[in-house]
Structure formats: C-alpha cells, structure tokens
Nanobody, 125 residues
Framework: EVQLQASGGGLVQAGGSLRLSCAAS????????IGWFRQAPGKEREGVSC???????YYLDSVKGRFTISSDNNKNTLSLQMNDLKPEDTAVYYC???????????????????WGQGTLVTVSS
C-alpha cells in the first residue's frame, strides 16, 4: 500500500524556519518524483517544490532561495526546509508522488498519483 505521511507543520513567526518531512512507503522511490504542494484558504493548490527520481530539484519562484527540498540516503524520507518564512507561506502543505514513467517532474497537482495528508503551516506577522 502506497503511503505518504507529511509532518512538521506548526506556528512560526515571520522570518522563522520550519522543516517538513514526508515519509514514503509502499513504492519504489526510484520510480517516482516527489512534490510538495500547498493550499491556502480560498486559493488553489500550488506546487512549491519537486525532486525527481535522480534528485534534481525544482522550486516555485516565490520560494527559491528560501526553501530546500531533499531526500535522505535511502530516499524514503523527503524534507522541505523552509527558511525566512513569510505570512503568505501560510497554507496546508502536502507531499505527493508521481510516476517517473509519466513525468520527470511536474508542478501540476492533477498529474500526481499519490497524496499524503496535509500539515498546516501558519506564519504570523
């Protein structure tokens, strides 16, 4: 059974940092790209960052230089280090997996095959 479990959200002041984790199981990580998405109240879900099966990384323009996506040595845990957080980063954050046979990487949520539950990030001003 494919499972993705996101954790690490919380309340932080603007300028602070959080590290989100996504525990992946039930599939071969080498066959999938992993993306982080977020959805703020009243807004559409947007792709924040993506890491391909061979560890290439991609970012939404507004988070470049502040967020870093990475995977651990066995690739089963993905992290999103978020620094210099801004109130506009407030959202529920999700991790998701897309088969690399379909997409090397993508920021389109409808193209993802599996989703974890979200974790809430709140940035106060």
């Amino acid at each position: 059974e494919v499972q993705l479990q996101a954790s690490g959200g919380g309340l932080v002041q603007a300028g602070g940092s959080l590290r989100l984790s996504c525990a992946a199981s039930g599939f071969t990580r080498d066959d999938y790209a992993i993306g982080w998405f977020r959805q703020a109240p009243g807004k559409e879900r947007e792709g924040v960052s993506c890491i391909s099966r061979d560890e290439s990384t991609y970012y939404l323009d507004s988070v470049k230089g502040r967020f870093t996506i990475s995977s651990d040595n066995n690739k089963n845990t993905l992290s999103l280090q978020m620094n210099d957080l801004k109130p506009e980063d407030t959202a529920v954050y999700y991790c998701a997996a897309v088969s690399s046979s379909s997409y090397y990487y993508t920021f389109k949520s409808q193209q993802y095959d599996y989703w974890g539950q979200g974790t809430l990030v709140t940035v106060s001003s």
